[in-house]
């Protein structure tokens, strides 16, 4: 193995990015061919000067790739998203963008809320912008999910803005359709409702997260928890409430479903 090819976008049309232009000044194209990390170094190699810091922000947004991929259980290989060239970083890939600041905080932000494979810059940098003001507005949220996210006006139990901090939220949902009843259960420390539904529509589809029933913290005596979620996965949701403000934890998520078939 010689080189490793990026895939194609996973956005497709939605990122707008055209195969045979080069974007921002880069090299960057979809298919480019990217040196094997694990060949020895060559004299042709590109040199690349950077700092140690720009290094640690291509790792963060590089785990939070890998983190999400597993938990959700993406079938997409985390190295080669790495790779591809985004929309959201002007057409680079993440490999070379993540190095700048604000977009490795745009890679982060992608993952942790569960936004697909690609976004448009702009609705990340107002969405960003959002959060370091402590305002989540609907019609900043509507850049990336319209309106079907925020449950055709049901309100939320929970904040409905952005938080100072992280907080446990718990989401059940009871769907009854096509002769099957599916009940789920979700529990993901996040710092409102609002991404707690974004990171189901994630998992389960925009029209089964309009469903959910969002609250802050457990409530063991619901039904659902009652009938979904056992004992000693009770006890290591309530650890995780507890260590919260822990860095490992931001990643914490449980999802458990049960499907009935009439």
Known sequence: ????????????????????????GTSARVGAMFP?????????????????????RVALVATETASRFQREAVE?????????????????AAV??????????????????????DAEREAMDVLLASDEDEEFERHEFRYLHGERLFGR????????TRATRVRLYT??????????????????????ATEVRTRLA??????????ADIRLGIHIASPPV??????????????MERDCAKPHARSFAVDIEMGIQA
């Open 76 to 92: 997409h290989d985390p190295m080669a998203w790495m790779f591809a060239p985004r929309a959201m970083f002007d057409g680079a």
């Open 36 to 56: 094997d990390p694990l060949s020895e170094d060559d004299v042709t190699d590109e040199i690349v000067i950077t700092t140690r810091r720009a290094i640690g």
């Open 153 to 160: 006006g049901k309100p939320l139990r929970g904040r409905s």
């Open 226 to 239: 009652v009938a979904l979620v056992p004992e000693p996965v009770l006890e290591l949701i309530r650890r």
């Open 171 to 192: 989401a059940t949902i009871v769907d009854t359709r096509d002769n099957l009843m599916r009940q789920v259960f979700h529990a993901s420390l996040a710092r409102d």
């Open 1 to 24: 193995m010689e080189a490793i090819t990026a895939e194609r976008i996973d956005a497709g049309s939605e990122a707008g990015l055209d195969p045979d232009i080069t974007y921002a």
């Open 96 to 117: 070379d963008a993540c190095l700048d600041r604000d977009a490795c905080m745009r890679g982060v932000l992608l993952h942790g809320l569960a936004l697909g494979m």
């Open 202 to 211: 994630g998992r389960f589809g925009p029209d089964v997260a309009d469903l």
